[in-house]
């Protein structure tokens, strides 16, 4: 299908590797823009060329500092607004506020819905986001949305390992349909760990429902922020399973408390994906990360192409 509106691909501040990566799949420059950050901490950014009736795309990861990265997109999505491009696609791998998409008590505000409502009002056409924390979030927005999974890459990864008598494990109750879409895709059992929160920092197993009995355990989440789960996971070698546990979560957050907990032995691997950028100071030889960028080049070239989404979206049903 042809188009008349030629495709351009920028990138804030965020992850200019992820960005390079995707340009490099499609076989495409990565158009310029300048973001400054001022004295006064303010931010500035600029479009360094014509985008007049292109069809935008714009990578930015809303990480660390997440509320930088965010205002940084919303002015670049207003810069392309104002340069009359046709459409502005935000591909955000990493969607920020996820987590708080519900009011869980009184008076609290539903920041997910602030975020969307932000991106749609600024006059972005279409947003791409990969495991979003609460599927419920695709209802906040009026535009199209489309919510991919790196499960298919996790799935890759993992068929090659050959691990000895492995199951999917979902974390929690909540997280058990997105588990076992991963159990499906990989064609192996799934267990469930019930869990309770003794801290804010510190979560409990207090039963594994499944047979867990010498397997090898793939816990599958989508975010590891203060790795909590790393030590809920004691209770799965306590009830029998092999003392080699691969997490494979999506989004590495990263806080410092995670990496003495990975220290432990019966941890032997996080995989993540490369949605947010891991600093030096983050590396850790158990965690191996692994690329969306052919994932995005392909959402985005469909999108550009008025192709179906459909296939990357099947595994998600």
């Known amino acids: ?96 506020y996820a987590r708080q998409e519900r009011m869980a008590r009184g008076r609290e505000a539903i920041s997910a ?8 009002t600024m006059g972005v056409s279409r947003v791409i986001y990969v495991d979003i924390h609460a599927e419920a979030t695709q209802g906040f927005f ?26 999917v494990v979902a974390p929690d ?12 895709l990989l064609n192996l059992p799934l267990v469930m760990m019930h869990k309770r929160r003794m801290s804010v920092d510190r979560v409990e197993t207090v039963a594994v429902v499944g047979d867990i009995e010498g397997k090898t355990p793939i816990v599958f989440d989508d975010i590891i922020a203060g790795g909590s789960i790393l030590t809920q996971v004691e ?7 092999r003392p080699e546990v691969y997490l494979a979560i999506t989004h590495p957050v990263l806080l410092p408390t995670v990496f003495k907990r990975l220290d432990a032995p019966h941890i032997k691997q996080l995989v993540v994906a490369n949605t947010i950028p891991i600093p030096v100071e983050k590396r850790h030889p158990k965690i191996k990360v692994l690329s969306l960028a052919p994932l995005l080049a392909e959402a985005i070239e469909r999108i550009h192409s ?7 979206l099947k595994h998600l049903g």
């Open 173 to 184: 109750v909540g997280r058990a349909k997105l588990a076992g879409r991963f159990a499906s």
């Open 235 to 241: 209770g799965l070698v306590a009830e029998g399973a």
């Open 113 to 120: 819905k602030v975020v969307a409502t932000m991106l749609e």
């Open 306 to 312: 008025g192709e179906s989404m459909g296939p990357l």
């Open 1 to 96: 299908m042809s188009n008349l509106h030629p495709l351009r691909i920028f990138c804030g501040s965020a992850h200019p590797e992820l960005a390079v990566a995707i340009v490099q799949e499609l076989n495409r420059p990565l158009g310029r823009c300048t973001t400054t950050r001022l004295p006064d901490s303010e931010i500035h950014v600029m479009i360094d060329e014509l985008v007049r009736g292109d069809d935008v795309f714009i990578i930015q990861p809303c990480s660390e500092p997440v509320n930088d990265h965010l205002m940084e997109l919303l002015l670049y999505v207003d810069a392309f607004r104002r340069a009359s491009a046709h459409a502005i696609n935000v591909v955000m791998p990493y969607f920020p």
């Open 142 to 167: 009026n535009i199209p949305v489309d919510p991919l999974s790196a499960m298919i890459v996790f799935a890759e990864y993992f068929r090659k390992l050959k691990l000895p008598d492995p199951v």
